[in-house]
């Protein structure tokens, strides 16, 4: 059984490899066709698009690899079956639950490899780009339990924010409670946060009251991190690391919808593998009978590009607000694990 549990999960594993290089190469093709004037024009040129084409390997890998795992599962089932290896493994009380459990390995395996590229690989390519963005941020808004705060100029090699303003709302009846005008925000060693020229104008029973102080503090819990550069989005964040984001927005009052889908979305990538397997399984072996190579191809692309297009639909809804976080990333591998069920039912 062990050999014939590792013969399997080489075989998945060799089809793997070969899909995603295939399509790997395809992708790579056709973006050097659409940029040939510029690719060719000079050294330069051809410099730069060999650049970019690296940076945007972790983009383009995380939508193979599901795509590539289904074709992957289509070829060596078709091709177990069209050698009859898998008569043979059943007549010795190889299962399909036996089956399965080697290529269940190598899926953890591809599991920690997507993993590894969306959180550490786009990182470590982009990080050229991430220290060009600089630490200097304007313009800025946030929002922090009941206060607006809108920061003009933020400095952040300085340790300097200038030209704030802070709006203060009373939530029943909604109205403005209290306006503050910062000239300048210094944050010391100890991670309090200065106030230098604030001019208050606050609402009192008998209408607003003006009020000037030359200087104020904030404790670090009481007033948000504006140095903070999400220069890295949700999408690339380690699981643990958005975690801690989203904690610390949570404490902050600050929304944490869209932190809550992306640290969703991570999980559901590390399932999604295992959906497409189980449900390329029994496909395999209900519609490819006769081995035909260019049906598995076009069955497991359409495949790949349906799951892709229903998984970023679902995934833009949650954003959105009009699907929960959990609905939004996990409702694809739901359905197509069900499907999967349905086939193995038919298949047995």
């Given at each position: ?14 089809f ?40 945007s ?5 995380d939508?193979l ?28 009380g190889?299962?399909?639950?036996r089956?399965l459990?080697?290529?269940g ?6 599991a ?28 800025q808004?946030?929002?922090l ?10 400095s ?19 109205h ?41 503090d904030?404790?670090r819990e009481e007033f948000?991190?504006?140095?903070e ?9 380690p699981?643990?690391e958005?975690?801690?984001k ?13 932190y ?10 590390l ?6 397997v189980?449900?390329g ?9 006769r ?21 970023e ?5 949650g954003?959105?607000g ?14 197509y ?12």
């Amino acid at each position: 059984m062990k050999l014939l549990s590792r013969y399997i999960a080489a075989t998945f594993l060799k089809f793997w490899s070969l899909s995603l290089l295939a399509l790997l190469v395809l992708v790579i093709v056709a973006k050097l066709f659409g940029n040939l004037d510029t690719v060719f024009s000079s050294r330069a040129g051809l410099q730069q698009f060999a650049e970019d084409t690296i940076r945007s390997l972790p983009s383009i890998l995380d939508l193979l690899v599901p795509m590539t795992v289904l074709l992957a599962t289509l070829f060596t089932f078709n091709s177990l079956g069209r050698s009859s290896e898998l008569v043979a493994m059943q007549s010795v009380g190889m299962g399909l639950f036996r089956q399965l459990r080697p290529i269940g390995f190598v899926l953890i395996f591809i599991a920690a490899l997507d993993y590894a590229n969306q959180n550490y690989l786009f990182r470590i390519l982009q990080r050229g780009d991430l220290a060009a963005a600089g630490p200097r941020l304007s313009y800025q808004w946030t929002i922090l339990r009941d206060q607006i705060i809108y920061a003009r100029r933020i400095s952040a090699e300085r340790g300097r924010v200038t030209d704030v303003r802070i709006f203060q709302w009373a939530p029943s009846p909604f109205h403005l409670q209290r306006m503050e005008r910062v000239a300048r925000i210094d944050r010391d060693e100890t991670g309090r946060w200065l106030l230098h020229d604030v001019v208050t104008r606050h609402l009192e029973p008998g209408g607003w009251v003006l009020e000037r102080q030359k200087s104020l503090d904030r404790p670090r819990e009481e007033f948000p991190d504006l140095f903070e550069q999400d220069t890295l989005d949700a999408h690339h964040l380690p699981f643990f690391e958005l975690s801690e984001k989203i904690r610390q927005l949570e404490s902050q009052g600050r929304p944490v919808e869209l932190y809550a889908v992306e640290w969703y979305q991570k999980t559901a990538a590390l399932f999604a593998p295992f959906a497409l397997v189980w449900f390329g399984t029994p496909l395999a072996q209900v519609h490819f009978r006769r081995g035909r190579a260019s049906g598995e191809i076009l069955v497991g692309i359409l495949g790949g590009l349906l799951f892709m297009i229903a998984t970023e639909t679902v995934f833009t809804l949650g954003k959105g607000g009009f699907l929960t976080p959990l609905l939004a990333t996990w409702s694809v591998n739901v359905v197509y694990f069900a499907l999967g069920c349905a086939m193995v039912w038919r298949v047995r």
